[in-house]
């Protein structure tokens, strides 16, 4: 009977790390692909937000008596400026929701901009105009590619730490 939990007792042990050890190295590829796909998003939305001042600039020269809509864009980017995760966030709920609502502020903002300027037919031909709108329209594509691929990201980790044998890699060394 000794021998036999002897037995036992050495094969657990043995078969326990052999287990626990298999996927860890993917789990941690996993994770650090979710951390790329944020800087990636992130660096978007700093694209967006470094596009602003000069859109801004543009539209006041045409259409000076729009402070509101202006005053709205320029508070919105600053509030996105404030409000930033970092890789530790990534799992806090209310951070990324409060991260998103600053965000989608933002960009109610440049929706509502640039329906004024459908009021403003010489801004419209303003090259420069057309070639931030055009940047602007690019970076929006961009983001939401980020953000897809963000997702895709957290959907490739979530099943790696829940699949076997990597959910007992997650339990017992994570």
């Known amino acids: 009977m000794l021998k036999r939990f002897v037995l036992l007792l050495i094969v657990a042990l043995v078969t326990l790390p052999v287990l626990s050890g298999c996927g860890y190295n993917q789990i941690q590829k996993n994770e650090e692909g979710v951390f790329a796909a944020w800087a990636d998003v992130e660096a978007t939305y700093q694209r967006r937000s470094d596009l602003i001042p000069n859109l801004v600039e543009t539209v006041k020269a045409y259409a000076s008596h729009e402070k509101e809509t202006l005053q709205a864009v320029t508070e919105a980017r600053a509030s996105v400026g404030k409000t930033q995760i970092n890789t530790g966030d990534l799992g806090n709920a209310a951070a990324m929701q409060k991260f998103q609502q600053a965000q989608g502020a933002l960009s109610g903002a440049l929706s509502r901009l640039l329906v004024t300027v459908e009021r403003y037919p010489d801004l419209k031909a303003n090259q420069n105009f057309l070639d931030l709108q ?41």
């Open 134 to 174: 055009h940047q602007l329209e690019g970076t929006e594509n961009r983001i939401n590619v980020a953000r897809q691929r963000y997702n895709k990201a957290v959907q490739t980790f979530n099943s790696s730490i829940r699949t076997f044998p990597n959910n007992l890699t997650n339990k017992f060394l994570l």
